[in-house]
C-alpha cells in the first residue's frame, strides 16, 4: 500500500477534527478530552526549537568565524525585514480602506469574548521603544533566557559563543562536533514528533470548532474575508514579486512548503514548523550560518501576517465604532505598528497585545477587541501561514544577497 504523506495525514487529521468539532458544537467534554492532546504536541515542539536554534548557530557560526561577514548579514536581514513588515503593513490599511469592513456592522449582534488574560498580558510586558528591543537583545543571564524562551537573546548569546569558538581554532574543534551532533539528534527528534502532528491537528482544530462554531463567523464574515484576501494578495503578489527578484517561482515554493503550511494553518503557531523550515531551506542549498539566523530573527522582527492583519483590525474597529482615521493617524498606526510588533514579538496572543498596546496611540477603544477575540483562532490560522513563507523565503533572499547560489537540486525544486 502507498504511504500516505505528511500533508495528507495532516489535512485528513484538520478534516476529522473540523467534523468532530461540529458534530460535538458547545459540548464541554470536547476540550477536557481533547486540548491535552494539542497542548502535548505544541509542547513537544516548543521543547525542541531551542535546542535546535542554538546548536545550529553555534556551528553555523562558527564555520564563518568571522565578525564582520555576521554584521553585514545581520544588517541585510534587518533592513529586508523593516521593508517587508512595513509593506505588510501598508497592505493591511489599504485592503481596510478599499473594503471596509468594519462599516455597517450590527454591534448587537456580536458575541463578547473575555479577553481579560490578553489585557494582563500586555499590562505585565513592557512597550519597548526600538532602541528598548535592541538593548534588551543582550541577555543578563543567558539560563533566564533559555528558561523564559527569549528568542533574541538566546540567539545573541549563540553568535558570540560561536564566534568565541571560531576565535580559538582548532581547540574549538570537539566543541563544534558536539553542537554537529546535538543538531543532527534534534532534526531526528522534529521528525520523530511530527509522526504524531496529524494527532495534534485533529484535537486542536477540534477543540476550536466546538468552541466557537462555523455560525461565529457569520457576523463577521466581511473581516475573515478581507483578511484572508489580503494574505492571499499579499503572498502570490508582494512574496511572489519578491520570490521572482531571487529566482524563486512562488507557486513551487507553496508547493515545497505544503506540510509546514498545512501544519501551521492547523496549529495556529508559527513554532512547530520553525525546525522544519530550517531544514527545508537547508536541504535546498541554503547556507546553515543564514537559515540559524534569518529565520529564528524573523520570529520576532519578520511577522508579516501578524503586521498586516493588525493593521486590518485597527480599520475594522474604527469603522464599526464610526471613528474616521486621517491620512496623518493611519500613518501614526503604522510607526506605532513597526515598532510595538518587534517590542513584544514573543509573548503570548502577539498579536492581540501588540493592538491593545496600539489601538490607545490612535483613539480606538480597545474594548472592540471582545468583539473579534472569538474568530481569532480562524484569522491567527491565516497569519501563522504568511509568516511561514515570509520567513522562510527571506532565507533565500539573505542567501541571495550574500552571493550564494542555492543547489541545484533545490533550483530544480522551487524555480
Not at 244 to 270: H, M, P, Q, R
Not at 390 to 402: D, Y
Request: charged residues 15%; glycine residues 10%.
Amino acid at each position: 500500500m502507498r504511504k500516505i504523506s505528511l500533508a495528507w495525514q495532516i489535512f485528513i487529521g484538520l478534516a476529522l477534527g473540523i467534523i468532530v468539532g461540529a458534530i460535538f458544537y458547545g459540548n464541554p467534554h470536547v476540550e477536557t478530552y481533547l486540548q491535552p492532546i494539542g497542548n502535548i504536541f505544541i509542547r513537544l515542539i516548543k521543547m525542541i526549537v531551542i535546542p535546535i536554534v542554538v546548536s545550529s548557530l553555534i556551528v553555523g557560526v562558527a564555520g564563518t568565524g568571522d565578525m564582520k561577514s555576521l554584521g553585514k548579514l545581520g544588517g541585510k536581514t534587518l533592513l529586508y525585514f523593516e521593508i517587508v513588515t512595513t509593506v505588510a503593513i501598508v497592505i493591511g490599511l489599504l485592503a481596510a480602506n478599499l473594503f471596509h469592513p468594519g462599516s455597517g456592522v450590527d454591534m448587537s449582534r456580536l458575541t463578547k469574548t473575555d479577553i481579560n488574560t490578553y489585557v494582563e498580558t500586555a499590562k505585565t510586558t513592557e512597550t519597548h521603544s526600538m532602541v528598548d528591543t535592541f538593548v534588551n537583545i543582550v541577555p543578563t543571564n543567558i539560563m533566564q533566557s533559555l528558561a523564559n524562551g527569549d528568542m533574541l537573546a538566546i540567539i545573541f548569546f549563540s553568535v558570540m559563543f560561536g564566534l568565541g569558538v571560531a576565535a580559538i581554532g582548532e581547540k574549538g574543534t570537539p566543541i563544534v562536533n558536539f553542537f554537529k551532533g546535538t543538531a543532527e539528534a534534534m532534526f531526528y527528534v522534529t521528525n520523530q514528533v511530527m509522526k504524531v502532528a496529524p494527532l495534534g491537528v485533529f484535537a486542536l482544530i477540534g477543540v476550536t470548532v466546538s468552541k466557537f462554531g462555523l455560525s461565529s463567523l457569520i457576523p463577521l464574515g466581511k473581516l475573515v474575508i478581507v483578511v484572508y484576501g489580503a494574505m492571499f494578495f499579499f503572498i502570490l503578489v508582494v512574496l511572489g514579486l519578491v520570490a521572482k527578484l531571487v529566482g524563486v517561482n512562488i507557486f513551487k515554493f507553496l508547493k515545497y512548503l505544503k506540510d509546514e503550511l498545512l501544519l501551521g494553518y492547523s496549529t495556529a503557531s508559527s513554532e512547530t514548523v520553525l525546525p522544519k523550515i530550517m531544514e527545508k531551506m537547508e536541504k535546498l542549498g541554503c547556507p546553515k550560518a543564514i537559515t540559524s539566523f534569518v529565520i529564528p530573527t524573523g520570529y520576532s522582527f519578520n511577522l508579516d501576517g501578524s503586521t498586516l492583519y493588525q493593521a486590518i483590525a485597527a480599520l475594522f474597529l474604527a469603522q464599526m465604532y464610526g471613528i474616521h482615521m486621517s491620512i496623518g493617524h493611519q500613518i501614526t498606526l503604522v510607526l506605532v505598528l513597526m515598532i510595538t510588533s518587534k517590542g513584544i514579538a514573543g509573548v503570548p496572543g502577539v498579536s492581540f497585545v501588540v493592538l491593545l498596546a496600539t489601538l490607545g496611540t490612535v483613539g480606538i477603544p480597545v474594548e472592540g477587541l471582545a468583539f473579534i477575540a472569538g474568530i481569532d483562532r480562524i484569522l491567527d490560522m491565516a497569519r501563522t501561514c504568511v509568516n511561514v513563507v515570509g520567513n522562510s523565503l527571506a532565507a533565500i533572499v539573505i542567501t541571495k544577497w550574500e552571493g550564494h547560489k542555492l543547489d541545484d537540486s533545490g533550483e530544480e525544486q522551487v524555480a
